[in-house]
């Protein structure tokens, strides 16, 4: 979301005001850019989310849009928790251990490669610390989110449209320090991710291949994670189209500006929503639907006991 065709900012800001929110999460590219016209771009972002943030926490991680002088401008406006720069980090709000990644971390190589497997060997641990059994029963659901997607249907040639994402398999040839291993193995039962400037709901899907939880349920005991781009708040670049087929993995999408909400009912059951913000009066729900898991830890174990 940024300064210039922010079309979801004022829904937030009213719905935040409202009390409907106990935060928000922005995964990823702020301001277009922050450190655009000396900063002063991003000092007018800041400004613009302040009766946001200033009333919950405002939650985000890197996008490529960051980047610039090694992401300095995102390093230094915001302070997110257990973290010395933002850029990975975890944190609890009731019944959900949230987990916010840099993906940006294996495109921008000329800012060190080290940065990989350490995010990638703090994320394995911090996996392991949120499926210890005391922790699983308190906090139950797992939801990561980073900026770049493992999985899109767009008609353009980022990472995401690729058969084997640098996010998902890893580095190019050796496979190192791929993601969905980790999603899959750990339990994390939903993934939310941006970049691409349009919504989309996949079925829930590990290496390629669905893994509902029944034909007629999918989404109750999923066998794998869910993912969900939700990158269409509103920018100055505009929307990005899907291209002419639709994967059998995706279930909804839609190139509608809006914003996304999670309700987590309880241990069993988290609500999700996209709002469409088309019409400028009136926020629309165009896709509404339910995760219900009865179980939670590693996938393996989950189909396992079924």
Not at 119 to 138: F, G, P
């Amino acid at each position: 979301m940024g300064n210039a065709n922010a079309q979801s900012l004022p829904f937030l800001q009213e719905e935040t005001q409202r009390g409907d929110y106990d935060a928000i999460i922005h995964v990823g590219d702020f301001a277009y850019d922050m450190d655009s016209d000396n900063a002063k771009v991003g000092d007018e972002f800041m400004r613009q989310i302040q009766s946001i943030a200033a009333y919950v926490p405002y939650m985000v991680c890197a996008g490529n849009h960051e980047q610039q002088y090694n992401f300095s401008n995102y390093k230094n406006r915001f302070t997110m928790p257990h973290s010395d720069d933002n850029m990975f980090f975890s944190y609890n709000i009731g019944p959900v251990h949230f987990i916010s990644i840099s993906t940006e971390f294996y495109f921008f190589l000329q800012y060190g490669f080290k940065q990989i497997p350490t995010q990638y060997d703090w994320l394995v641990k911090d996996l392991k610390e949120a499926n210890r059994i005391e922790n699983r029963i308190k906090r139950p659901w797992i939801v990561l989110y980073g900026h770049r997607p493992m999985y899109c249907s767009n008609n353009d040639t980022d990472d995401c449209t690729k058969l084997n994402s640098v996010i998902r398999v890893g580095l190019p040839i050796l496979h190192w320090f791929g993601l969905e291993d980790l999603l899959y193995d750990y339990g994390v039962d939903l993934a939310f991710w941006a970049h691409e400037h349009s919504y989309e709901r996949l079925y829930p899907i590990y290496n390629l291949q669905i893994m509902k939880g029944s034909s007629y349920a999918p989404y109750t005991n999923p066998k794998a994670s869910v993912h969900v781009t939700t990158g269409s708040a509103g920018c100055e670049e505009d929307h990005d189209p899907f291209g002419t087929s639709k994967p059998e993995w995706t279930a909804f999408r839609s190139m509608d500006y809006g914003f996304t909400r999670l309700n987590v009912y309880n241990s069993t059951h988290v609500h999700i929503q996209q709002i469409s913000v088309d019409n400028p009066t009136e926020a629309v729900v165009i896709d509404d639907f339910w995760i219900i898991s009865y179980d939670h830890g590693p996938f393996a174990a989950r189909a396992y006991n079924e």
